[in-house]
């Protein structure tokens, strides 16, 4: 009984520091992924308990990349839906908020605000990422809430700026967007960031399932034609200049 006593608390102390190793080890490689620098993470990020909710977040997204073994009719789309558009959006945020000369700290905040915007679309089925849908189904007009819910279930309140980038992302600069009806500078700036490159990312992605293959010229003109509407004129001409190419394919 005496050697158990003495014993526990350093059994206690190995399982927590291989805890501790194993969610590094995986911060790092979600750092990797999406090009950010782990020491700014870890002030990004820098409560533990939020730390473990993002990486639990982290692994829903990778465990969706896998249903790609097991459905290879469905990889084209699924690779698309889930792996391309999440990392596209993220890289393409994470490159504008370097032109707009963002701090690295503002840099990583957008980036991942950027990287989980659809987190919610996880849940959904496999048909939802192959179909093209006629009319919007309530899925696609509750993804922004049910995202932003998520991020709270799993994250708490960790970060007021990453959660209104997630939640305002298809707010419109004119006010008809979802799901509050916000107008203007009323979205906040990651939001109204996020919305031009989640758009430039999901025309690419249409374009590469279309019979006519429109090239970025075409998305960046399409663009070009909804300043004012659904983006903020500023952030769309900066994007539009940086010259955007396409979708980077590579993990």
Same mark, same amino acid.
């Given at each position: 009984?005496?050697?158990?006593? #003495? @014993?526990?608390?350093?059994?206690?102390? &190995?399982?927590?520091?291989?805890?501790?190793? @194993?969610?590094?080890?995986?911060? =790092?490689?979600?750092?990797?992924?999406? =090009?950010? @620098?782990?020491? +700014?993470?870890?002030?990004?990020?820098?409560?533990?308990? +939020? !730390?473990?909710?993002?990486?639990?977040?982290?692994?829903?997204?990778?465990?969706?990349?896998?249903?790609?073994?097991?459905?290879?009719?469905?990889?084209? !789309?699924?690779?698309?839906?889930?792996?391309?558009?999440?990392?596209?959006?993220?890289? %393409?945020?994470?490159?504008?908020?370097?032109?707009?000369?963002? #701090?690295?700290?503002?840099?990583?905040?957008?980036?991942?605000?950027?990287?989980?915007?659809?987190?919610?679309?996880?849940?959904?089925?496999?048909?939802?990422?192959?179909?093209?849908?006629?009319?919007?189904?309530?899925?696609?007009?509750?993804?922004s809430i049910e995202s932003f819910q998520l991020m709270i279930q799993y994250c708490d309140y960790f970060n007021h700026d990453i959660l209104f980038g997630i939640l305002?992302?298809?707010?419109?600069?004119?006010?008809?967007?979802?799901?509050?009806?916000?107008?203007?500078?009323?979205?906040?700036?990651?939001?109204?960031?996020?919305?031009?490159?989640? #758009?430039?990312?999901?025309?690419?992605?249409?374009?590469?399932?279309?019979?006519?293959?429109?090239? +970025? =010229?075409? +998305?960046?003109?399409?663009?070009?034609?909804?300043?004012?509407?659904?983006? &903020?004129?500023?952030? %769309?001409?900066?994007?539009?200049?940086?010259?955007?190419?396409?979708?980077?394919?590579?993990?």
């Open positions: 009984m005496m050697n158990m006593i #003495s @014993e526990h608390p350093a059994d206690k102390s &190995d399982v927590s520091n291989k805890f501790k190793k @194993e969610l590094t080890a995986k911060e =790092r490689s979600f750092c990797d992924l999406l =090009r950010l @620098e782990h020491p +700014v993470y870890l002030k990004t990020i820098p409560v533990q308990k +939020v !730390r473990i909710g993002l990486m639990t977040l982290f692994d829903f997204y990778n465990s969706k990349l896998k249903v790609f073994i097991d459905t290879p009719k469905y990889f084209n !789309r699924l690779e698309w839906g889930i792996k391309y558009h999440f990392l596209g959006t993220a890289r %393409a945020a994470h490159k504008l908020a370097e032109i707009l000369k963002y #701090s690295p700290l503002k840099i990583h905040e957008l980036t991942i605000a950027a990287f989980f915007h659809d987190i919610a679309k996880i849940k959904y089925s496999n048909d939802f990422f192959i179909r093209k849908l006629a009319q919007p189904d309530q899925r696609i007009l509750n993804h305002q992302h298809h707010e419109y600069f004119d006010g008809n967007g979802y799901p509050l009806g916000l107008k203007g500078t009323q979205i906040h700036e990651y939001a109204r960031i996020i919305s031009i490159v989640d #758009s430039y990312c999901a025309m690419m992605e249409s374009r590469e399932f279309s019979a006519k293959k429109e090239t +970025v =010229r075409d +998305v960046l003109e399409e663009i070009e034609s909804c300043k004012n509407s659904q983006f &903020d004129p500023y952030i %769309a001409d900066i994007f539009i200049k940086s010259k955007p190419g396409k979708i980077n394919k590579k993990r």
